[in-house]
T-cell receptor
Framework: AQSVTQLGSHVSVSEGALVLLRCNYS??????LFWYVQYPNQGLQLLLKYTSAATLVKGINGFEAEFKKSETSFHLTKPSAHMSDAAEYFC???????????FGAGTRLTVKP | DTAVSQTPKYLVTQMGNDKSIKCEQNLGHDTMYWYKQDSKKFLKIMFSYNNKELIINETVPNRFSPKSPDKAHLNLHINSLELGDSAVYFC????????????FGPGTRLTVL
């Protein structure tokens, strides 16, 4: 079965610094990969998704992620962190469209002024 | 317009009680889901319904029973509530067989005393 591992349950960066949230996946077939963001007391919102098209995927709020098959990774980056980026971030994988999606444990991003 | 809505937003109840959470989506999707998010933010799928038919049923106690009266609704009924059932429950919907994302509701925070 497919799964994802998010390295680092908590990442702290300074405002304006690079954001890097790590995600590695395991899948027996070419995966679909997703990054979601959850702001406090809210539901999950899609940031971006990889569905076997371009390996570099651009999402909302300046985030992007690169699919690297050789490394089984799908890390999320943003060149310059903003205070409003503070939230919980979830990586997810699906083997067959998006019907059975499995989430990582989440990474809490803190942005320091 | 709210795409995926859940009621109630908060639910506080005593152990042993029976309670229901309702979910409705107005996106025209044919697949709906229930997820449980525990206190450590871990998000786990519980059930998935496609066209009112159960297609994913993870290892969930029999006390949890989903009901889908139509494609736009997926309710979750919980019998004999236990302390460990305390969590945030998210409903989501998507269109089966596409690479479109799952859309999440705002969540229902269940507290069992």
């Amino acid at each position: 079965a497919q799964s994802v591992t998010q390295l680092g349950s908590h990442v702290s960066v300074s405002e304006g610094a690079l954001v890097l949230l790590r995600c590695n996946y395991s899948s027996s077939v070419p995966p679909y990969l997703f990054w979601y963001v959850q702001y406090p007391n809210q539901g999950l919102q899609l940031l971006l998704k990889y569905t076997s098209a371009a390996t570099l995927v651009k999402g909302i709020n300046g985030f992007e992620a690169e699919f690297k098959k050789s490394e089984t990774s799908f890390h999320l980056t943003k060149p310059s962190a903003h205070m409003s980026d503070a939230a919980e971030y979830f990586c997810a994988v699906s083997e067959y469209n998006n019907n059975d999606m499995r989430f990582g444990a989440g990474t809490r991003l803190t942005v320091k002024p | 317009d709210t795409a995926v809505s859940q009621t109630p937003k908060y639910l506080v109840t005593q152990m042993g009680n029976d309670k229901s959470i309702k979910c409705e989506q107005n996106l025209g999707h044919d697949t709906m889901y229930w997820y449980k998010q525990d206190s450590k933010k871990f998000l786990k799928i519980m059930f998935s319904y496609n066209n009112k038919e159960l297609i994913i049923n993870e290892t969930v106690p029999n006390r949890f029973s989903p009901k889908s009266p139509d494609k736009a609704h997926l309710n979750l009924h919980i019998n004999s509530l236990e302390l460990g059932d305390s969590a945030v429950y998210f409903c989501a919907s998507s269109q089966y067989g596409t690479t479109d994302t799952q859309y999440f509701g705002p969540g229902t925070r269940l507290t069992v005393l």
